[in-house]
C-alpha cells in the first residue's frame, strides 16, 4: 500500500495563480522529499524535507511538514506553463518492516497550468 | 554521458520470453534502484541494491531477477515475461539510500503482448 498520498488527485490553474498540493502518510519518518514528473520522462527531485524541519523554501517552492498530523505540502507561487506536470511525495521509513532503505512514493497530482 | 541511462527505452516482447532492461549511472553512487510506474498505482519498488552484490526485495519482486556485479550497472531481468509485467520502468540511483534526492532515469516502455 502507498505510504503518501496526495490530493488533490488533479488541479488545473491559470498561469501565475499559486497551486498547493497536499501529502498525507502514515507511519513515522526521517524524511519527506517531493519530485516532479514531465509527462514521458523520469522523476526529478525538486525538494527533501528533513523530520525536524518546519518549513523549506527553494525558489518558487514551498514545502511544509507537519509530522503531528503526518502532512506535508506544496506551494508552488506564480506558476507558470512549465510547471505543468505530475507532483509526488515520497517518504522514507518502513511500510512493510523491511527498514528505512525504501522511498515509498504516492499517486502524484496532476498540474495543469493554462497560459 | 554523465547521469544515469537506461536501455532501451521502448521494448515490445511476448508472454513468456526473457527480457533485460539495462541501467547505468556514472556517479558511482552506492544505491540503486528499480521501479514500475502503473495508472492507479503510483510508483512501486521492485528491487534496490545497497552496493555491488548486495541486493534487496522491494514492494513488488515477484517475477523479477536483479543483478550488480559493477557499481555502476544494474540489470532488471523478467524470466518470463507476462501481461501484468507491461508498465513503464524506471532505475534510479542515489549516494545514501533515502537519506537524500534519487536520480532517475528515463524509463523503459515495456509491453507484453
Known amino acids: 500500500s502507498q505510504q503518501g498520498e496526495e490530493d488533490p488527485q488533479a488541479l488545473s490553474i491559470q498561469e501565475g495563480e499559486n497551486a498547493t498540493m497536499n501529502c498525507s502518510y502514515k507511519?513515522?519518518?526521517?524524511?519527506l522529499q517531493w519530485y516532479r514528473q514531465n509527462s514521458g520522462r523520469g522523476l526529478v527531485h525538486l525538494i527533501l524535507?528533513?523530520?525536524?524541519?518546519r518549513e523549506k523554501h527553494s525558489g518558487r517552492l514551498r514545502v511544509t511538514l507537519d509530522t503531528s498530523k503526518k502532512s506535508s505540502s506544496l506551494l508552488i507561487t506564480a506558476s507558470r506553463a512549465a510547471d505543468t506536470a505530475s507532483y509526488f511525495c515520497?517518504?522514507?521509513?518502513?511500510?512493510?518492516?523491511?527498514?528505512?532503505?525504501?522511498?515509498?512514493f504516492g499517486k502524484g497530482t496532476k498540474l495543469s497550468v493554462i497560459p | 554521458d554523465a547521469g544515469i541511462t537506461q536501455s532501451p527505452r521502448y521494448k515490445i516482447t511476448e508472454t513468456g520470453r526473457q527480457v533485460t532492461l539495462m541501467c547505468h549511472q556514472t556517479?558511482?553512487?552506492?544505491?540503486m534502484f528499480w521501479y514500475r510506474q502503473d495508472l492507479g498505482h503510483g510508483l512501486r519498488l521492485i528491487y534496490y541494491s545497497a552496493a555491488a552484490d548486495i541486493t534487496d526485495k522491494g514492494e513488488v519482486p515477484d517475477g523479477y531477477v536483479v543483478s550488480r556485479s559493477k557499481t555502476e550497472n544494474f540489470p532488471l531481468t523478467l524470466e518470463s515475461a507476462t501481461r501484468s509485467q507491461t508498465s513503464v520502468y524506471f532505475c534510479?540511483?542515489?549516494?545514501?539510500?533515502?537519506?537524500?534526492?534519487?536520480?532517475f532515469g528515463p524509463g523503459t516502455r515495456l509491453t507484453v503482448l
Open positions: 507511519t513515522s519518518i526521517n524524511n
Open positions: 556517479w558511482s553512487h552506492s544505491y
Open positions: 515520497a517518504t522514507d521509513g518502513s511500510y512493510s518492516g523491511a527498514g528505512s532503505y525504501q522511498l515509498t
Open positions: 524535507i528533513r523530520s525536524n524541519e
Open positions: 534510479a540511483s542515489s549516494e545514501w539510500a533515502t537519506y537524500n534526492e534519487q536520480f
